[in-house]
């Protein structure tokens, strides 16, 4: 079974570890692909040639490094330019708002915190997210030199602010003091 390539899904850390081994069955080195979330990639960009009797498109060098994993925040809707005002400002409730971007590790870490407060808060409190790429206005306005940071609004004005992968504990007590 030479050349047989197989796709498991493991984790990343058993994946990082995971290196060609021998096979049981022909004493051959055998390949195995992963199935997995790599985080950030190079995706290469191509580029127009023209000469005097064609155009073709040929691979540049380098690339930009885009996200693989860009809606990790499934259960937290994101807020732009445009709806800010009504979701955020104009909310009865009190509003957290978590600032982050794609290429953001760190990002990605409290995704998940954010979602679970969410769910355990979703009759006192509204949550959404800002994507500082896609709405540099909001980050702007609001003084963003860091992601993710956190912000809480109530009665449109912002009330407290939390910067950088914190424990959910921290979170919760924020969210309780404007409850």
């Given at each position: 079974m030479a050349g047989l390539l197989e796709t498991?899904?493991?984790?990343?850390a058993a994946a990082a570890a995971a290196?060609?081994?021998?096979?049981?069955?022909s004493g051959r080195r055998s390949s195995v692909k992963f199935s997995l979330?790599?985080?950030l990639k190079i995706q290469s960009t191509r580029s127009s040639v023209s000469f005097s009797s064609f155009t073709k498109s040929v691979p540049s060098r380098g690339g930009r490094i885009v996200c693989e994993a860009q809606d990790t925040a499934v259960l937290v809707p994101g807020v732009n330019d445009q709806s800010w005002e009504t979701l955020v400002i104009g909310s009865k409730l009190p509003v957290l708002v978590e600032?982050?971007?794609?290429?953001?590790?760190?990002?990605r870490m409290i995704h998940p915190v954010i979602d679970e407060l969410?769910?355990?808060?979703?009759?006192?409190?509204?949550?959404?997210?800002?994507n500082t790429d896609e709405s540099p206005g909001i980050a702007t306005r609001y003084g963003i030199r860091s992601i993710p940071t956190?912000?809480?609004?109530k009665d449109g004005e912002k009330k407290d602010t939390v910067i950088g992968a914190v424990p959910k504990t921290t979170l919760t007590a924020c969210i309780e003091k404007f409850l």
């Open positions: 498991i899904a493991v984790p990343r290196s060609p081994s021998l096979s049981p069955v979330f790599n985080g600032f982050w971007a794609p290429w953001c590790g760190p990002c969410s769910q355990e808060f979703a009759d006192k409190f509204k949550f959404f997210k800002v956190v912000m809480i609004f």
